[in-house]
C-alpha cells in the first residue's frame, strides 16, 4: 500500500519538474488526456495553451478536469488533482517561467522567441486549475532498501554499465 504525501510533500513534489496529464472534458462527455507543462503557484496549477485549443474549448463548456502528476522514476509517485480550471487573462511573464522552468533560461528565451510568432497569430490563454481534491501516492517505503541504493547508484553510474 503506498504512503500518503502530506501537503507539504505533495507541494514540494509539484514544485518540481514534471510533465502533467491533463483530462478535460470532451463534447459527448468522454476524458481528454492532454500532456502539458505547468506551474505550481499559491496553491494553483498555472497551464498555457492555445485560445482555441481542445483543451481550452472543453474548459470553457465544462470547468470539471482532472490532473496526474507522477515521477517516472522508481520509486514511484504521483498526485492526482481533481478540480475545476478556469480561463485567465495572461499573468505578466507566466510563459516565460513556464518555458524557464522545464527549458532552463537559454532553452526557455530560445523557445519562447520561436513560439512568439505562433501565439501572436492564434492567441494564447491561461488554464488556471484550483484543486478540490487531491489523492497522493507514494511507494518509496514499499521498495527496499537494496532497491532504492541500486536506483541511486543507477542515476549515478554511466549508462552504458
Known amino acids: 500500500m503506498p504512503k500518503r504525501m502530506s501537503r ?12 502533467a496529464v491533463l483530462a478535460t472534458l470532451g463534447p459527448d462527455g468522454q476524458p ?10 499559491d496553491g494553483l496549477l498555472h497551464m498555457r495553451t492555445g485560445v482555441e485549443s481542445i483543451k481550452a474549448r472543453n474548459v470553457r463548456r465544462d470547468q470539471r478536469v482532472t490532473m496526474c502528476i507522477q ?3 522508481p520509486p514511484y509517485k504521483s498526485v492526482t488533482i481533481h478540480g475545476h480550471a ?3 487573462p495572461e499573468k505578466g511573464g507566466l510563459d516565460a ?4 522552468r522545464y527549458l532552463g533560461a537559454v532553452g526557455g528565451a530560445f523557445y519562447l522567441r520561436t513560439a512568439r510568432e505562433a501565439v501572436e497569430q492564434s492567441g ?8 478540490d481534491r487531491v489523492v497522493t501516492q507514494d511507494f518509496s517505503q514499499e521498495t527496499p532498501l537494496v ?4 536506483l541511486l547508484a543507477k542515476r549515478l553510474l554511466p ?3
Request: proline letters at 6%; zero cysteines; a positive charge.
Open 8 to 19: 507539504a510533500e505533495w507541494e514540494r513534489f509539484l514544485a518540481g519538474r514534471h510533465v
Open 32 to 41: 481528454v488526456l492532454t500532456p502539458i507543462w505547468y506551474l505550481y503557484r
Open 71 to 73: 515521477d517516472e522514476r
Open 86 to 88: 478556469s480561463i485567465a
Open 147 to 150: 532497491g532504492r541504493l541500486w
Open 97 to 100: 517561467a513556464i518555458a524557464r
Open 159 to 161: 549508462p552504458w554499465l
Open 124 to 131: 494564447e490563454v491561461t488554464l488556471v486549475v484550483r484543486p
